[in-house]
């Protein structure tokens, strides 16, 4: 069996009660960091008697045939990353899709998740929401990546480095708007835990002093404009968004007009007389 197993992600005390004795039982634990994996074990006063083996983003795809063996063999495979639950960014998901192709079981210690701890503490909508792990880090590429998501009713949740944080922030601002609300959930669960709440805009400016820490950031999602509240403008700029992401301008166009509540020609009408203008520019 495969176990996938949540950690602290501050506070040792949030530990599952489950974590101690999967730790004592596995006959191999896999860990994201060995040194972690034994401040942890010391921690919880735990003696692990298993293989103890590294299994982090350099070794995940060489290890994971290890790691199936040793399932199938009949023994109890225990993964356990730095803070959190495997797989959501962190190793993991490799492992468990191979488990399951095998006809594996797998089942999780439930523990503590930076995801759902700041959405909870956001103050935003919480009833929908999508993860989207970290952003690339070059300044396009990043751009592009939220321009994607530009139109997404749901509230947004993103891990960050806390040197990249006010270039993110900027760069959401720039693709979101400035007044649209969000959080900077730093440290939680830690001594110095900070929840910081605004509109991007001046959060991007808070963040350009510098800050330190493990980052969650929460954005708000995009508000649900009616028709009157898209201007021709803004029905361009909804279909470019989408071109940039790959979709077909016909298809851009049909969902543009499917969100805005519109008939395709006025969406079509918009794309057509902005692109005749630009073309009129000298």
Not at 84 to 113: C, N
Not at 241 to 265: M, W
Request: hydrophobic share 45%.
């Amino acid at each position: 069996m495969l176990v996938l197993a949540g950690t602290p992600i501050g506070d040792l005390a949030d530990a599952p009660p489950r974590l101690a004795a999967e730790l004592e039982r596995a006959d191999v634990v896999a860990a994201e960091d060995t040194r972690r994996l034994r401040r942890l074990t010391q921690g919880l006063g735990v003696h692990t008697t298993g293989r103890v083996v590294s299994y982090f983003e350099g070794n995940e795809s060489q290890r994971t045939p290890e790691l199936v063996e040793a399932l199938e063999d009949g023994k109890r495979v225990l993964l356990v990353t730095d803070a959190g639950m495997p797989s959501v960014s962190d190793p993991g998901y490799r492992l468990v899709a191979a488990a399951v192709q095998q006809d594996i079981k797998v089942t999780a210690v439930p523990g503590p998740s930076a995801v759902l701890t700041a959405l909870a503490l956001s103050g935003l909508p919480v009833d929908r929401f999508c993860f989207e792990g970290f952003l690339p880090r070059k300044a396009g590429e990043r751009l592009a990546r939220l321009r994607e998501v530009a139109a997404e009713r749901r509230t947004l949740v993103y891990f960050e480095a806390p040197h990249r944080l006010d270039d993110t922030l900027a760069a959401m601002a720039e693709a979101f708007g400035a007044d649209r609300r969000a959080a900077v959930c730093r440290e939680l669960t830690k001594t110095y835990e900070e929840v910081r709440r605004g509109g991007l805009g001046d959060l991007a400016a808070w963040a350009a002093e510098g800050v330190r820490g493990e980052i969650t950031v929460v954005v708000e999602g995009a508000p649900e404009a009616g028709p009157a509240d898209l201007d021709a403008a803004e029905l361009v700029r909804r279909v470019r968004v989408r071109e940039e992401a790959g979709e077909r301008r016909k298809e851009a166009i049909a969902a543009v007009a499917a969100e805005a509540g519109l008939p395709k020609r006025e969406v079509f009408d918009a794309v057509v007389a902005a692109k005749n203008a630009a073309e009129k520019m000298p």
